[in-house]
Nanobody, 123 residues
Framework: VQLQASGGGLVQAGKSLRLSCAAS?????AGWFRQAPGEEREFVAS????????YYDDSVKGRFTISRDNAKNTVYLQMNNLKVEDTALYYC????????????????????WGQGTLVTVSS
């Protein structure tokens, strides 16, 4: 399975962007991570296979929303009220099977990774 992330761009602080992650086949739990220049990759949000359960890092809670459309094998990340510190390369990730942890937050729990899409937030 291949993941294709899209939707990144340059926006002003306070604006919104929606990222998409299209999978070439069936995926189970999915998530978004980001990596700012000079920083380590960090968890942003995850969603269970059904879409009923989500989990967010505190830094984005209340501003970002993760969702999915299983008919399209696509996962989304709606980002509102963007801040300069949200600037990063955003990666989507997915699991190849069901696991006990339905909203994983550790990179090692994921089997598939997209190539990343760049989000730049200006002040």
């Amino acid at each position: 399975v291949q993941l294709q992330a899209s939707g990144g761009g340059l926006v002003q602080a306070g604006k919104s962007l929606r990222l998409s992650c299209a999978a070439s086949g069936r995926i189970f739990s999915a998530g978004w991570f980001r990596q700012a220049p000079g920083e380590e990759r960090e968890f942003v949000a995850s969603i269970s296979w059904s879409g009923e359960t989500t989990y967010y890092d505190d830094s984005v809670k209340g501003r970002f929303t993760i969702s999915r459309d299983n008919a399209k094998n696509t996962v989304y990340l709606q980002m509102n009220n963007l801040k300069v510190e949200d600037t990063a390369l955003y990666y989507c990730a997915a699991q190849s099977r069901r696991t006990v942890q339905i909203t994983p937050k550790w990179a090692l729990e994921y089997d598939y990774w997209g190539q990343g899409t760049l989000v730049t937030v200006s002040s």
